[in-house]
Every structure is written in C-alpha cells, then in structure tokens.
T-cell receptor
Framework: DGGITQSPKYLFRKEGQNVTLSCEQN?????MYWYRQDPGQGLRLIYY???????QKGDIAEGYSVSREKKESFPLTVTSAQKNPTAFYLC???????????????FGEGSRLTVL | GEDVEQSLFLSVREGDSSVINCTYT??????LYWYKQEPGAGLQLLTY?????DMKQDQRLTVLLNKKDKHLSLRIADTQTGDSAIYFC?????????????FGKGTRLHILP
C-alpha cells in the first residue's frame, strides 16, 4: 500500500544537538511539506518542496533545514538554533504526478520531539 | 493573508449530532476540507467540498458551505465515541500548484456518555 512514513515516532534531544526527522513517501507525489503542531496552535508550515532539489520556506522556517535530493524523501533537520523545538512534527505530500489534483494532503503519523 | 477560524472545543452526547463550524476570509477559495486527527496520529482527510457546491453528504457526514458568509460546517450524525478527535477546517485558495492549504487551529470534539 502506498503511504507516507515518518521516523522516528518519538525522539529525545539534549539542548544544543541537531536532530533529523525522516519522511518518505511512495505515492509518487511531487510536493512534500513539513508542519509543526503545538497544542491549540493548529498546523504551522515549516518548509515545503514542489520538486526535487528545490524547496521554499514556510511561515516558521527559522532554526530548521531541509533537503529534497529524491522525490520520495524530504528529511527535516531541527538545529540547535531552534529556540523551542519541543513539538509534534507532521510531514505531508500532495500533487500526484500526471493525475488530477484536488488539493488533498496525505499525512504521515507524526514525530514527537522532546528537548530535555 | 488568508485566515481560517474555528472554535477550539465542542462537547456532544453520544448519539446526538455534532456540528463543527468554520469561517474563512478568502472569497476565492476553491476547495474546502475537513480533516480528522486522532490522538498521537497524523491528519486524515474526512471530506472536501468544491466551492461551486452548497452541500455534500457522505454517510454520517454532511458538509454545508455558505459562500456569501464564508462559513463552512461539518455535521456528524449519531455521534459515536470513535468520533472523539480534533477536526481541522482547511481551505485552498486557487488550483495554482504554488498555492498552499491554510488550516484552522482545530476543534477538539469530546463525546459525553
């Protein structure tokens, strides 16, 4: 079955450390997104990528970095510059290549990062 | 910029209907969505409606769109304990692939026995 996989599910980090969250999709989607979710805040867009080797900042990109070397993969690095990284991170994909698009986003199960 | 507003909490008795409301600001919105998020999980698309429709029904779910008032609602008939979740309203401005979906903050639906 096609889907979008995030790992790890839970991650603990000491202050000052960088961590990388993995996101892989086998849906043949062109676009991939990273969102951050905090209680009562809804979803805030961190970075998105419409095509391989290209990505754009979202609303809260500071302290984060991404890469898009393969269509299937869009890893997110939470750097030590991110002041308050404890949150639930959601990866999503959209825009199926060569097929009609209704704007639907497909989400992974999320990664919960806790800074100790 | 585009804004999507919804109330944060709703409590409903099991068996009653739940109505979750949402307002948005962009009158050019093309697609409007309802997503469901269960605890500790990602979001799943429940249903969506195209802007030229007023209503869409899918089993226990009814979506109503009032474009004049920029108001979207989701009605869940015969609410069950499994409906307990956070429900997100979301809108897409245009079908330009550079456009992004804007989410509301989510409504947490609590089911009373």
């Amino acid at each position: 079955d096609g889907g979008i996989t995030q790992s790890p599910k839970y991650l603990f980090r000491k202050e000052g450390q960088n961590v990388t969250l993995s996101c892989e999709q086998n849906l043949n989607h062109d676009a991939m997104y990273w969102y951050r979710q905090d209680p009562g805040q809804g979803l805030r867009l961190i970075y998105y990528s419409q095509i391989v080797n290209d990505f754009q900042k979202g609303d809260i990109a500071e302290g984060y970095s991404v890469s898009r070397e393969k269509k299937e993969s869009f890893p997110l690095t939470v750097t030590s510059a991110q002041k308050n990284p404890t949150a639930f991170y959601l990866c999503a994909s959209s825009i199926p290549s060569g097929r009609a698009w209704t704007g639907e986003l497909f989400f992974g199960e999320g990664s919960r990062l806790t800074v100790l | 910029g585009e804004d999507v507003e919804q109330s944060l909490f709703l409590s409903v008795r099991e068996g009653d209907s739940s109505v979750i409301n949402c307002t948005y600001t962009d009158s050019s919105s093309t697609y409007l969505y309802w997503y469901k998020q269960e605890p500790g999980a990602g979001l799943q698309l429940l249903t969506y409606i195209f802007s030229n429709m007023d209503m869409k029904q899918d089993q226990r779910l009814t979506v109503l769109l009032n474009k004049k008032d920029k108001h979207l609602s989701l009605r869940i008939a015969d609410t069950q304990t499994g409906d307990s979740a956070i429900y997100f309203c979301a809108v897409l401005g245009t079908m330009n692939r550079d456009d992004k979906i804007i989410f509301g903050k989510g409504t947490r639906l609590h089911i009373l026995p």
